[in-house]
């Protein structure tokens, strides 16, 4: 996820510091990280990678390694729509996680302590909810894409996230500004 993308590009739905949390990459068998391993490794030959993704779901099916995984895989590799489902197994599971209710929509600043970035559970829906809005708005769905990054700025004034980038790209959109 650190390097490669541009400035302001959610390069992914979490950081590496994030994923390293021991509440998400906790529990991950061994041999499901492996294979994580093998498909990062072996990028280049997508089909590959992919084989070694889907062996690693096996294993691990909603675990949010093997999520990020397919996750960052489908974004690099342009395939958009593939990585919103995904972004929308992550937000799914991420609500699971935090209790919340599974329509981002009726998540509320008082569900949780959004504004702590220590609180890893909370941090990982945010940059869910984000990755979730970027690939809205990159697949054309900007309504959709404005309201969960609007939902982002509620839940996290401070916008520790950046969500208010995507907002203002979205803006710029509405006035006709390429830049």
Known sequence: MAG?????????????GLLAAAVLG???????????ALAGQSYHRSELAEQHLR??????????AVL???????????RLAEALTMAERCL?????????SGD???????DAEFGRFDNAL??????????YAYLQMRLGNLTEGGAAAA??????????VGARVLLDVLERAERGDDE
Do not use: Q
């Open 55 to 64: 062996a690693a779901e096996s294993i691990a099916p909603d675990h949010a």
């Open 122 to 131: 909370a941090r990982f829906y945010l940059f869910t909810l984000k990755g």
């Open 151 to 160: 939902k982002l700025i509620e839940l996290d004034p401070s916008d520790k």
């Open 4 to 16: 490669g993308a541009e400035p302001g590009e959610p390069h992914a739905v979490i950081d590496e």
């Open 26 to 36: 906790g529990g991950l068998p061994e041999e499901a990280e492996m294979h994580l």
């Open 68 to 78: 990020i995984g397919f996750y960052r895989f489908y974004f690099y590799k342009g």
């Open 92 to 100: 799914a599971k991420s609500a699971r996680d935090n209790d919340f």
């Open 104 to 110: 981002w929509r009726a998540v509320a600043a008082r």
